[in-house]
Structures are given as structure tokens and as C-alpha cells.
């Protein structure tokens, strides 16, 4: 225990035995906090690398006798939703096609609108805004079947562009809030230079702002991957069955109530859903904290 | 276009709605979201549940009717218990192991990113990837139940999702171990925010560490609290992928919300003003929640 000297944090000058046990005991909370954090990830991995006889015996902790992949196969390209047996990966193509659209649309409006207004402030622009804030808040059973009534009215109900509009009108406050701030961060001389060059509104935007706020742009893409990925909600409304994106389609495979619950297929097709999110965590580590907790100054 | 820097004064004057035309224009998906969105879908929604709209929306008022019958209902009545046990159980535990952990990570432990990164990473899944692992690890026939057998336990009994009055805690447990980390990331946000002179002085006097946390720490970090807080409640009124994943309101109806009332009643039962009637109710409770708080928030902003 030579390393609690190094320590010099808010514990300091205390006598040096209860320390160490006071540091024992932390790292014991800790990793058996971890434990049960990392548990279910580890069943799921290690079963669905299992064959059903080896499930059906076993131990779900134990790690897999004979490694097979054929549950990952089966779950990608043949696990059925009511007659469509093409597996998880019509869902998957499905959930890119919702996803890239929507993410690029909802970021575009959120940023223009953020540099607005913090840049160019209208008469009225402050009380949208709040509106905007304030409607991040309402329940979003309570905005459904209008918003069913004026797709329909588009001609957009049912499509992938109904839910890529749904996405970015839902998307906008949280956006909105994270790139208002940080226009609003840039110092003001910085722009009136640009105005007194005769720079416009989208001179702006595209030249000076753009540029620099790309960081600001890679929170922005995290946040609305995951949070497009993840949904399930307006993905089960706004689209048809067969446009249904990856994490209904998950839904639909696995609580389908006919034939024998395979439990290896049905992890497998779980991690594939989580997976993206996943990578995008381990990948992004402290600009997703960032996003979130950006999410999280909006309340 | 933009004439309105030439002089800027003399032309917002005679025609006003002219200044600033761009950012005006630029704001306009904003401007539509907010006002025929947020404001218009809510109230055409709020007029709809005083009327007997089944199939279709249809503008026949009946006054209180569909409050009448909803709050006579009794799967309404269980839906709003079960939104009260699980509100209630994952404020209090979410803050709670929230804090906790982030104390712990406070400590100057080694391997800070490595515990974190696992607390946190249930985050980035969805609440249906959630809810389908936790069905399979609550499940007796698969899940800790069978492992506990296998023990030795013969008798062991654990399948809180097969029991009526326990599957609610069900849903709570993986509501808190999909949650429970972004309440951490907060308040390590906050904990970090705080001065390190407050624990050299706190050292000095020979207050306990644990002591410190109580009496000095939490009340520094009103503001972080009150946060998360409001984060937590925003979220638990909107669970729905959740239940449907895990138990799709069942056995029978003992785990069913608000959420899933309002999609079932208007997207599978076709009885569409009482899906507006209890979608309406949702969005009392939130502002019964949010009201306070957005009041507190700005009296302080006033003050500060």
C-alpha cells in the first residue's frame, strides 16, 4: 500500500493504517459496483456464443465451450419478423438511412438557428427560443397524433422523411441550446470585423463560424447518433413495417411469441443493435460526456 | 439582400420586419417548430380530449367525459401507481448511487476512466436493448434464478417479472443501471466544481470526510442536485420503450404507464380522445414538476 502516500487528495495527513483500509474498502465498492454494471454485457456476449443445447445445460456465467458464431449469422441475415425472415439487417440498413439524413438535417437547422440567435438577435428571437427550451419538456404522446395528422397532410406519413423530419423538429431544442452557447462564447470583435468587410449573414455562418465551431459539431453528431439510433418511440409511429428501423425490428424478433426462444440469436441481434451506440461511446469517451452533459444543462 | 447594413436605423424604421431578414429567415424552422409544433399540436391535442373522438378526430365536445372515464379506469389507475413506485424508487436510488459513485471516483483512485467509462456506457444504449437484457437476466429459467439453483439453492426463488407486485422493481432495476451513470458524470461535474480551499479548511478543523460530504459538499451543490433531479423526472414521465421491451406491460397489466396507455389507446384501440385525455394528464404532471423548479431557477438568476 506504498502508493497512498503519492496521495495527497482531501484524506491527506491522516494516520496512515485506517487509510489503506479506507482505500481497500473504496476499490471493493467500486469493482463490485463494476460488477453489476458489467453484467449483463458479459451474459449476453458469452451466450451469444453459445449453441442452444450448450444454453439449455450450462451455466450462463460460464464462458462458451464450443465458440460458434452461427447465432451472429442468423440473427444478421435470417431471424424472422412476422413473414420477412431477411433478419436484423433489413432494420439495420434502415436505421442508416433514417439516421444520416436526420442527422445532418437536425444539426444544419440547430446551428443556423443557434448562431441567430446569439449573433443576429431579432425582435421575438429570445421568446421562440424559450418556447423551444420549454417544449423539450412536453411529453411527446401529448404532440403524436398531430404531428401523424399534418405528415399525412404532407403526404409523409409512413416514409423515411417523415421520421428525418420528426427527428430534427425534436432534436432542435437540445441542439439549438448547445450551439447558441457556444456562438455566444465567440468573442464579438471577431464579428464585427467580419461585418465591417462586408461579410452577410451566411458569409458568416459558412466562413468564420463553421470553421470554428467544429467541435461543437462532433458533440452535435454524437448526440444525435445515439439518440437517433436509439429510438424506438417514433420509429414504431412514423414509419411501416417495412422501413421499421433496427431497434423495432429488434423488438419485434425478440418478443415475437411463436416458436422456441433461442436465446443465443436473440443476444446476438441485441448486441448488433447496441453495438453502434457502443463504439460510438468507447471511440468519442470525453466528447460524449460533454454532449450529454450539454443535454443535461438543458434539464 | 443585405441592405439593412448600409443604414441599418433609417431602414428597420420605415420598414421594420425588413431588419435582419436573413437571421429572421434562418430562424424560420425554429420559429415553425416552436409555434406549430410545440404550442399547436399541444393545444389542437388539449382541445381534442374534451371531445368523443374514436376513429377519427372529430370536433364533438363532451365536456369532462373522457377524464370521468379515465381516472374510472382501472388500467389507468395502475399505470399512474407504477409511474408513482418507479418515479419515486429511481429518484431517490439514481441520486443516490449517482452520488455515491461519484464520490468514490472523487477520491483520486487509480484507473478514474476505466470505472467510469463502465458506469457509464449503459448510457449509450437504448432503453429496448436495456429492457431485453435485463428480461433475460431477471428470467428464472435462464437468469440469476437458475444460477442460485444451480448453487445449491433449490429452493431459491427470484422472478420479480412474473410476479404482479414485484415487476414494477423489475423495470426499476434496469431503469437505474441504464440511468444511473449520467447522474454520476453530473455529479462529478459538480464535485469537480468545487474550490479545493474548502477541503484544506474542511482538514484543518478536523471534520471527517464523510462529514464534509453532508454538511458542506451536498449544500454546495444545490444547483448540480436540483439538475439532476429535474433530468430524472423529465425522463421517468416519458418512459415507454422501457416496459414494452422488457414485460409489454404485463403480467397482465401489472407494469403498464402512462406512455403506453396514451400509444395503446390511440394507435391500437382507436378511443383517440382518451388517449388525449391521459397524454393530457402527462403533460400536467410535468408541469406540476417543472413549474416550481423553472420558477426557483428564475427568481435565482433574478437575484444573481
Known amino acids: 500500500m506504498d502508493k497512498s502516500i503519492e496521495v495527497t487528495g482531501p484524506s491527506g495527513a491522516k494516520p496512515r493504517r485506517r487509510f489503506s483500509r479506507n482505500k481497500i474498502m473504496l476499490y471493493g465498492v467500486l469493482i463490485v459496483m463494476a460488477l453489476y454494471y458489467l453484467l449483463p454485457l458479459y451474459v449476453m456476449v458469452v451466450t451469444s456464443m453459445k449453441g442452444m443445447p450448450e444454453i439449455r445445460i450450462g451455466n ?4 462458451p465451450v464450443e465458440i460458434t458464431f452461427q447465432p451472429w449469422v442468423k440473427a444478421w441475415s435470417e431471424a424472422c419478423t412476422g413473414i420477412n425472415c431477411d433478419g436484423l439487417s433489413r432494420g439495420f440498413g434502415n436505421s ?204 | ?63 369532462l367525459d373522457q377524464y370521468e372515464r379515465l381516472w374510472s379506469t382501472r388500467r389507468w389507475l395502475v399505470s399512474i401507481e407504477n409511474l408513482a413506485i418507479y418515479g419515486i424508487c429511481s429518484l431517490i436510488l439514481s441520486l443516490l448511487i449517482g452520488f455515491t459513485l461519484a464520490t468514490l471516483l472523487d477520491r483520486k483512485i487509480r484507473f478514474e476512466g476505466v470505472f467510469r467509462s463502465i458506469f457509464l456506457y449503459p448510457f449509450a444504449l437504448s432503453f429496448i436493448v436495456t429492457g431485453l437484457v435485463w428480461q433475460w ?77 453532508i454538511v458542506v459538499i451536498i449544500p454546495m451543490m444545490r444547483g448540480v442536485f436540483v439538475t439532476a433531479l429535474v433530468l430524472i423526472a423529465s425522463g421517468i414521465v416519458k418512459v415507454y420503450d422501457l416496459v414494452v421491451a422488457q414485460t409489454s406491460g404485463g403480467p397482465g397489466i401489472a407494469t403498464e404507464v402512462p406512455a403506453k396507455y396514451v400509444y395503446d389507446k390511440m394507435f391500437a384501440a382507436q378511443n383517440l380522445a382518451q388517449g388525449f385525455a391521459a397524454s393530457t394528464m402527462m403533460l400536467v404532471t410535468v408541469a406540476i414538476i417543472l413549474v416550481p423548479w423553472a420558477y426557483l431557477e428564475f427568481k435565482g438568476k433574478k437575484r444573481g
Open chain 1, 60 to 63: 450462463v456465467f460460464a464462458p
Open chain 1, 96 to 299: 442508416i438511412q433514417i439516421l444520416i439524413p436526420s442527422v445532418f438535417l437536425s444539426i444544419l437547422i440547430a446551428s443556423v438557428n443557434g448562431y441567430a440567435l446569439s449573433n443576429w438577435k431579432f425582435k421575438g428571437s429570445e421568446v421562440f427560443f424559450t418556447i423551444l427550451v420549454i417544449g423539450a419538456f412536453i411529453p411527446y404522446q401529448v404532440m403524436l397524433y398531430p404531428i401523424v395528422i399534418i405528415l399525412r397532410e404532407l403526404g409523409l406519413y409512413g416514409s423515411l422523411w417523415g421520421l428525418v423530419l420528426v427527428h430534427s423538429v425534436f432534436g432542435m431544442p437540445i441542439l439549438t441550446l448547445l450551439f447558441r452557447n457556444y456562438f455566444s462564447s465567440v468573442p464579438e470583435e471577431l464579428f464585427k470585423a467580419a461585418r465591417v468587410d462586408g461579410a452577410g449573414f451566411w458569409g458568416i455562418y459558412f466562413k468564420i463560424m463553421l470553421p470554428m465551431a467544429l467541435p461543437i459539431f462532433v458533440v452535435a453528431i454524437i448526440l444525435q447518433v445515439t439518440g437517433i439510433w436509439n429510438d424506438f418511440l417514433f420509429g414504431v409511429i412514423f414509419t411501416e413495417p417495412s422501413l421499421y428501423p433496427m431497434t423495432v425490428q429488434l423488438n419485434n424478433i425478440v418478443n415475437s411469441v411463436q416458436g422456441v426462444k433461442e436465446y443465443n440469436v436473440n443476444m446476438a441481434a441485441t448486441l448488433l443493435t447496441g453495438l453502434l451506440p457502443l463504439v460510438i461511446y468507447l471511440v468519442s469517451g470525453k466528447l460524449f460526456v460533454r454532449g450529454i452533459a450539454a443535454g443535461a444543462v438543458k434539464g
Open chain 2, 1 to 63: 439582400m443585405d441592405r439593412s447594413k448600409n443604414s441599418p436605423e433609417s431602414e428597420s424604421a420605415r420598414r421594420p420586419w425588413l431588419k435582419n431578414i436573413n437571421a429572421k429567415i434562418a430562424a424560420l424552422p425554429m420559429i415553425i417548430t416552436a409555434l406549430g409544433i410545440f404550442v399547436g399540436c399541444s393545444i389542437w391535442t388539449i382541445v381534442h380530449s374534451f371531445t368523443n373522438s374514436r376513429l377519427l378526430p372529430k370536433m364533438d365536445f363532451v365536456g
Open chain 2, 137 to 213: 437476466i431477471l428470467n428464472p429459467e435462464f437468469g440469476v434464478q437458475k444460477i442460485v439453483r444451480a448453487m445449491g439453492f433449490e429452493n431459491f426463488v427470484f422472478d420479480p417479472l412474473y410476479d404482479p407486485q414485484l415487476a414494477i422493481y423489475g423495470i426499476l432495476i434496469a431503469g437505474i443501471w441504464q440511468g444511473s451513470g449520467l447522474i454520476m458524470v453530473i455529479m462529478l461535474a459538480g464535485l469537480r466544481g468545487i474550490d479545493e480551499d474548502i477541503w484544506k479548511a474542511t482538514r484543518v478543523d478536523g471534520i471527517p470526510t464523510w462529514k464534509t460530504y
